[in-house]
């Protein structure tokens, strides 16, 4: 945290000496939205080294804003927030429709990465409006550069759902071909499924029902009038998906 503090009489100044550091708000919000464990914290907020992200949690701790618990049987670590935290969701509320007013998606969404979004995948997809079934789905990215391009989520009743780098025995439901950009947008409301598919930045294929009806097990951000978010402006030269052969 600052070692030197702003000198300044406002609560505003207060407030930003705590939650100023670099990664502070990202822990904060990844927490929010239900990590507790190091290594989920550390995924889903991305590109951070885990010295820092050590460095961040202990500082959070002496803070009051999230407490440490250890489990003396099996030595497991969770971090829960504290009421102080909880208290922080409305303001981390308006910060992100205030970003969904004012910053472009293609800047908001610039640094995020194939391997952070499918890691938070799990919570993208709403089995409550699924077939009741095992389901697979294949994901497969087009951006350049990747570790993986091709991603897999195995979906069981009763399951939480896994997300795969190696494809799994089970037959292929559904096959999802586009990019980062595009998927992130889709999630933040900054463009529709139709409109990618439209513009050839999404290409669906397999069980008609699932494709057909994408739109309510696939999550989408709804928390403000949608009038009021800058909608994703892609490059069709740049970004068309092309279309390739189930089996590939």
Same mark, same amino acid.
């Given at each position: 945290?600052p $070692?030197?503090p702003y000198?300044? %009489?406002? +609560?505003?100044?207060? @407030?930003?000496e705590?939650?100023?550091?670099?990664?502070? %708000?990202?822990?904060?919000?990844?927490m929010?939205g239900g990590?507790?464990? #190091?290594?989920? %914290?550390?995924?889903?907020?991305?590109?951070?080294?885990?010295?820092?992200?050590s460095?961040?949690?202990?500082?959070?701790?002496a803070?009051?804003?999230i407490?440490?618990?250890?489990?003396?049987?099996?030595?497991?670590?969770?971090?829960?927030? $504290?009421?102080? @935290?909880?208290?922080?969701? &409305?303001?981390? !509320?308006?910060?992100?429709?205030?970003?969904?007013?004012?910053?472009?998606?293609?800047?908001?969404l610039?640094?995020?990465?194939?391997?952070?979004?499918?890691?938070q995948?799990?919570?993208? *997809?709403? +089995?409550?409006?699924?077939?009741?079934?095992?389901?697979?789905?294949?994901?497969?990215?087009?951006?350049?550069?990747?570790?993986?391009?091709?991603?897999?989520?195995?979906?069981? +009743?009763?399951f +939480?759902?896994e997300?795969?780098? $190696?494809? &799994?025995?089970?037959?292929i439901?559904?096959?999802?071909e586009?990019?980062?950009?595009?998927?992130?947008?889709?999630?933040?409301?900054?463009?529709?499924?139709?409109?990618?598919?439209?513009?050839?930045? *999404?290409?669906?294929?397999?069980?008609?029902?699932?494709s057909?009806?994408? !739109?309510?097990?696939? #999550?989408?951000? $709804?928390?403000?009038?949608?009038?009021?978010?800058?909608?994703?402006?892609?490059?069709?030269?740049?970004?068309?998906?092309?279309?390739?052969?189930?089996?590939?």
């Open positions: 945290m $070692t030197k000198g300044l %009489i406002c +609560p505003i100044t207060h @407030a930003c705590v939650l100023e550091p670099r990664w502070t %708000i990202p822990i904060l919000t990844e929010w990590a507790t464990r #190091y290594n989920d %914290i550390r995924r889903g907020v991305g590109n951070i080294s885990t010295a820092l992200l460095r961040r949690l202990k500082e959070l701790v803070q009051g804003l407490e440490r618990l250890e489990d003396p049987a099996t030595g497991q670590v969770d971090y829960i927030r $504290t009421q102080r @935290a909880i208290e922080l969701e &409305p303001v981390l !509320d308006a910060m992100g429709k205030w970003a969904q007013r004012n910053i472009q998606a293609n800047d908001a610039a640094n995020l990465t194939v391997s952070n979004l499918m890691w995948m799990r919570n993208y *997809l709403d +089995p409550e409006h699924l077939p009741v079934r095992q389901l697979v789905f294949q994901f497969r990215f087009t951006d350049p550069d990747l570790e993986y391009s091709k991603y897999w989520a195995l979906i069981r +009743p009763g +939480p759902i997300i795969c780098v $190696t494809a &799994p025995s089970d037959k439901d559904l096959y999802i586009t990019n980062c950009m595009s998927l992130s947008s889709i999630i933040l409301s900054r463009t529709t499924i139709a409109r990618e598919l439209e513009e050839g930045r *999404l290409f669906l294929s397999g069980d008609a029902i699932l057909r009806t994408m !739109d309510r097990w696939f #999550y989408h951000w $709804t928390k403000q009038d949608l009038s009021e978010v800058i909608q994703y402006k892609g490059d069709l030269s740049k970004e068309a998906i092309p279309t390739y052969d189930a089996a590939e």
